[in-house]
C-alpha cells in the first residue's frame, strides 16, 4: 500500500516510520519538499503519486507562540488538513489526521468522549479544531485521531525537559492543577497502525492516549522515578507559573495560552476496535532509559 506520511520528522512521524508495517510503501516528504499549506503543491503531489492512504502528523505545535501568531497556526492545523483532505477525496485515499485534547475548555471533571462539545480556549486549540472541521466537512471517512501530552525519544517534550532542567540541579517548580494523560508517541503510532488494520472502522473522531491520566507535577515525579533521579520537585499552580513566567518575559517571548485545566480524554471507542491504551509506566520506563543510554 502507497502511504503519504506528512510530518514525518515530527515525535509521531518518526514513531510511526519506525513501526512502518510490511506492505507499506511509505513516502515522507519533509515541509520543505512539500508545504501543506500550499493547496496547489498539495494537489500536484497527491496527483502525482497517487497513495492509499494519508497520515497527516504535521502541526503547528507552538501552543504559546499561536497567541502571537494565530494566522499561521490556522494555515498549517486548519488550510493544510483541508488540502490534504481534498486531495485524498480527488486520489481516492483514505486520510487519516491527528488532533488535540486541546480542542476542549477544560471545565469537565469526567474524561471528554469524542461527541463531547467542544469549545477551544486558545488559539491553538481553535486552529485544531477548525482543522477537524475541515478535514470531516471535505472527506468524511476520515479518521480524526485526538491524542494528548505527547511524549518520544525524538524531538523536544516534557520528558526531555524533565531530564535536562534535573541535569542543571536547581529546584524544578511545575505545574499541578493541569490534568491530562500524558501520551508516548510510539504506542499512539501502533495504536493508528492498528486500526488502519481495521478496514471497518468507520471514519470519524477517535480518542487514544496515555492510560493514566495526571498533572504534569505528577508526570515529573513518574519521569524522575524513571530515571532514577532525585531532584527538588515543586508543585506550582497555573496562576504562580504565569506570574513567574510574565516576569522573565522579554517583549519578544509569546504570551502564554491558555490551558484546559482538565483535559481527560476518554477512550472506549477506540478499545471496542481492540486497541486498549497502557498505563504510564509501561512505556515512560524503557523511553526513559533509552534517552539516558543515548546520552551516556
Ligand atoms: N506534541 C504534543 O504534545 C501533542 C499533543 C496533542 C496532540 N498533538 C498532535 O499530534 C500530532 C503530532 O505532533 P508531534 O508532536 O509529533 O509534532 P512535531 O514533533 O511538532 O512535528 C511537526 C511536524 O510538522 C511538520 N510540518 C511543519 N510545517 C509543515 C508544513 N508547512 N507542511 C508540512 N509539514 C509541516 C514538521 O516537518 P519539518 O520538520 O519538515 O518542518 C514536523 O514533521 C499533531 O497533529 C499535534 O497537533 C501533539
Known amino acids: 500500500m502507497k502511504v503519504l506520511l506528512i510530518g514525518g520528522t515530527g515525535q509521531l512521524g518518526r514513531c510511526l516510520q519506525d513501526r512502518r508495517p510490511d506492505g507499506w510503501e511509505l513516502l515522507a516528504p519533509g515541509s520543505v519538499d512539500l508545504n501543506i499549506c500550499d493547496q496547489g503543491a498539495v494537489e500536484s503531489y497527491v496527483g502525482r503519486i497517487q497513495p492509499q492512504l494519508i497520515i497527516n502528523a504535521a502541526a503547528y505545535n507552538a501552543v504559546d507562540e499561536a497567541e502571537r501568531n494565530p494566522a499561521a497556526a490556522m494555515a498549517l492545523n486548519a488550510d493544510g488538513p483541508r488540502h490534504l483532505a481534498q486531495a485524498a477525496q480527488k486520489a481516492g485515499a483514505r486520510l487519516v489526521h491527528i488532533s488535540t485534547d486541546y480542542v476542549f475548555d477544560g471545565a469537565a471533571s469526567q474524561p471528554y468522549s469524542e461527541d463531547a462539545p467542544t469549545n477551544p480556549i486558545n488559539a491553538y486549540g481553535k486552529s485544531k479544531r477548525a482543522g477537524e472541521l475541515a478535514v470531516l466537512q471535505s472527506l468524511p471517512q476520515t479518521i480524526v485521531l485526538r491524542t494528548s501530552w505527547l511524549y518520544s525519544e525524538y524531538g523536544a517534550n516534557f520528558v526531555k525537559t524533565m531530564l535536562r532542567l534535573a541535569a542543571a540541579g536547581k529546584p524544578i517548580r511545575v505545574v499541578n492543577d493541569q490534568v491530562g494523560a500524558p501520551t508516548y508517541a510510539g504506542d499512539l503510532a501502533q495504536a493508528i497502525i492498528q486500526l488502519l488494520r481495521n478496514p471497518d ?96
Open 201 to 296: 472502522a468507520p471514519g470519524g473522531v477517535y480518542h487514544y492516549t496515555g492510560a493514566t491520566a495526571l498533572s504534569w507535577y505528577g508526570f515529573a515525579r513518574h519521569i524522575f522515578q524513571a530515571a532514577g533521579l532525585t531532584p527538588e520537585l515543586l508543585p506550582i499552580t497555573t496562576s504562580e507559573y504565569i506570574v513567574a513566567a510574565t516576569s522573565t518575559a522579554t517583549a519578544a517571548s509569546p504570551a502564554i495560552a491558555a490551558r484546559p485545566g482538565y483535559s481527560v480524554l476518554s477512550y472506549e471507542k477506540i478499545a471496542r476496535c481492540g486497541i486498549q491504551p497502557k498505563p504510564l509506566h509501561a512505556s515512560l520506563d524503557s523511553m526513559v532509559k533509552k534517552i539516558l543510554n543515548l546520552r551516556s
